[in-house]
């Protein structure tokens, strides 16, 4: 799939994101639409961030943190990851614990 160029103002705006959506823009990627079929290439970068996510900030609604073992091998896309997952507040907190400075994810602002 051809990469668009990230809608900074756009993202910034939104208050709650899907586990996809969170993993492009953490790599300062423009989400491709969902739902996004199970055989995409998805870029290494953002399954690799996307891992990183869910291992390190719970779920907005109910607080979990989704483990590595529920991970479904054949579609990597659980009934439970669908739907909004993320709030903004929160990523801005990880993004600044886990990037420098200079590193921060254009969504999120300084």
């Keep these: 799939?051809?990469?668009?160029p990230l809608d900074i103002d756009f993202w910034r705006d939104e208050s709650t994101f899907t586990v996809w959506q969170a993993a492009f823009l953490?790599?300062?990627?423009?989400?491709?639409?969902?739902?996004?079929?199970?055989?995409?290439?998805m870029p290494e970068m953002v399954e690799k961030m996307r891992a990183r996510l869910l291992a390190s900030i719970p779920n907005y609604k109910t607080?979990?943190?989704?483990a590595e073992s529920g991970w479904s091998c054949k579609t990597q896309r659980p009934a439970r990851l669908s739907g909004d997952y993320?709030?903004?507040?929160?990523?801005?907190?990880?993004?600044?614990?886990?990037?420098?400075?200079n590193?921060?994810?254009?969504?999120?602002?300084k």
Aim: hydrophobic share 40%.
């Design 1 to 4: 799939m051809e990469e668009e």
């Design 26 to 41: 953490m790599c300062n990627l423009e989400p491709w639409g969902e739902p996004i079929s199970s055989n995409a290439n």
């Design 63 to 66: 607080g979990e943190i989704f």
């Design 86 to 101: 993320f709030k903004h507040d929160e990523l801005k907190k990880w993004a600044k614990n886990h990037f420098l400075d």
């Design 103 to 109: 590193e921060i994810p254009l969504f999120i602002g």
